[in-house]
């Protein structure tokens, strides 16, 4: 990435953020009156490039409807967050990142410039374009199920990459393409956008690693989380390199359970998580998890008693 085109990019996306209409309207949360941002790009816009420079600003406490992944390319500063009702630094080379509607209030150390790159998400275009390549057993997968249409979130997450990550590099990429916009620019953000995710999730399973699986069919679980669209048996004992025999044998002890008993359990709750939680519809999340429509249908009624949109009607 040429020195000179990042920095006009980094000048011009400066520039134009202090434009942005983060158009505000109040909202109740725990009785209190707050305030909520919501998606401050172009309506036919699903990702946003911005770019904060300051020397000192105290950010006013406020929600946003819309995913933000915030990098500290230079400087430091301080984020206020809710749930912890403490501030954090997140220093130079870190990420911080808020879910639809996690609390938060940003100031920046006096007497210091700091340079934020921010990579705005629309909600809708995140559950339909990226959930559906993470895995669900990693935790970054219910970092970003967790929001639900209905209740406010305070969540967020805060690492450093390591230095052979991407992320920084991604990060240039895609700012000089959203300074510089050409009319495919949203369809060029697309696959940097994915790419960037993937070097999220990679690091945070490395910061954030899955919890130890001692018994075979705790790790067979965890395969089948991380293939839920695709697991089966046979899959199941070519990765832990045991017979399928000897896995379905294990599994019916320890769990007391059969392996498609425990695919379907594992299938049939993330589906009901799904269908409270995000705005898929029924046919993309039987998509997601290997089915077709009329198949998952009558799987999630099978199993619950009700049907799918019956689900959503609990919000």
Not at 249 to 262: A, D, P
Request: proline share 4%; aromatic share 12%.
């Amino acid at each position: 990435m040429g020195c000179r085109r990042f920095a006009d990019a980094v000048e011009k996306l400066q520039n134009e953020f202090s434009r942005l209409d983060f158009a505000c309207r109040e909202i109740q949360s725990g009785g209190q009156a707050e305030k909520l941002y919501q998606w401050p790009g172009p309506a036919d816009e699903d990702f946003l490039i911005c770019v904060h420079r300051s020397g000192s600003v105290q950010e006013p406490f406020h929600r946003h409807d819309f995913f933000y992944f915030n990098y500290t390319y230079r400087g430091e500063y301080e984020s206020l967050s809710c749930k912890y009702d403490h501030r954090i630094t997140i220093r130079e080379g870190e990420l911080y990142a808020g879910q639809p509607y996690a609390g938060h209030a940003l100031c920046v150390h006096d007497n210091r410039e700091t340079v934020i790159i921010g990579v705005l998400v629309r909600r809708e275009t995140f559950f339909r374009s990226f959930l559906p390549t993470l895995s669900a057993g990693s935790g970054l997968f219910h970092f970003f199920t967790g929001p639900a249409a209905r209740h406010f979130s305070e969540e967020f997450i805060h690492f450093k990459p390591d230095e052979s990550c991407a992320i920084r590099s991604l990060l240039e990429i895609m700012a000089v393409e959203y300074a510089f916009r050409r009319p495919d620019t949203q369809d060029v953000l697309k696959p940097l956008v994915l790419a960037f995710f993937a070097q999220i999730a990679r690091q945070y399973a490395g910061v954030h690693p899955d919890p130890a699986h001692p018994t075979i069919s705790g790790q067979v679980v965890q395969y089948i989380l991380d293939h839920v669209a695709s697991a089966t048996l046979k899959g199941a004992a070519s990765q832990l390199s045991y017979h399928p025999n000897y896995i379905s044998t294990v599994m019916r002890k320890e769990l007391g359970k059969t392996f498609s008993e425990v695919l379907l359990e594992q299938r049939m709750t993330l589906a009901d998580a799904l269908l409270k939680d995000t705005s898929l519809t029924v046919e993309e999340i039987a998509r997601m998890l290997g089915y077709n429509s009329s198949n998952f249908h009558r799987a999630f009624r099978g199993y619950y008693r009700r049907s799918p949109r019956q689900s959503t009607e609990k919000l």
